[in-house]
């Protein structure tokens, strides 16, 4: 059973910084595409940050680039969000993602991810 489980959500200031933590199960070539979505309230669910083992090519949401960023721990199974400069709008239930799309990349489309944690909350504000 493949099973990702989400951790390092909480209340932070405007400006700050967190790191977010994702224990999977199975963390192998087998699931290629690894990635971060996010959801607020009256929002669809958006890709964050993810990556292909296939090529090592990482993928960021226009919104987080030079702030987030996407790493892995093979050796732990374990996938890492850092955020960093954060403002209210990035305020979100995060889930941890793993997947895989036939002869291809996964990219940020939730389609294409198979397997899901049940999200950390992440609230920015003063």
């Known amino acids: 059973q493949v099973q990702l489980v989400e951790s390092g959500g909480g209340s932070v200031q405007p400006g700050g910084s967190l790191r977010l933590s994702c224990a999977a199960s199975?963390?192998?070539?087998?699931?290629?595409?690894m990635g971060w979505f996010r959801q607020a309230p009256g929002k669809e669910r958006e890709g964050v940050a993810s990556?292909?083992?296939?090529?090592?090519?990482?993928y960021y949401a226009d919104s987080v680039k030079g702030r987030f960023f996407i790493s892995r721990d093979n050796a732990k199974n374990t996938m890492y969000l850092q955020m960093n400069s954060l403002t209210p709008e990035d305020t979100a239930m995060y889930y941890c993602?793993?997947?895989?799309?036939?002869?291809?990349?996964?990219?940020?489309?939730?389609?294409?991810?198979?397997?899901w944690g049940q999200g950390t909350q992440v609230t920015v504000s003063s």
């Open positions: 993602a793993a997947g895989w799309r036939t002869n291809g990349d996964c990219s940020l489309v939730p389609a294409y991810y198979h397997y």
């Open positions: 199975a963390f192998t070539d087998s699931i290629p595409c």
């Open positions: 990556f292909y083992r296939g090529s090592g090519s990482t």
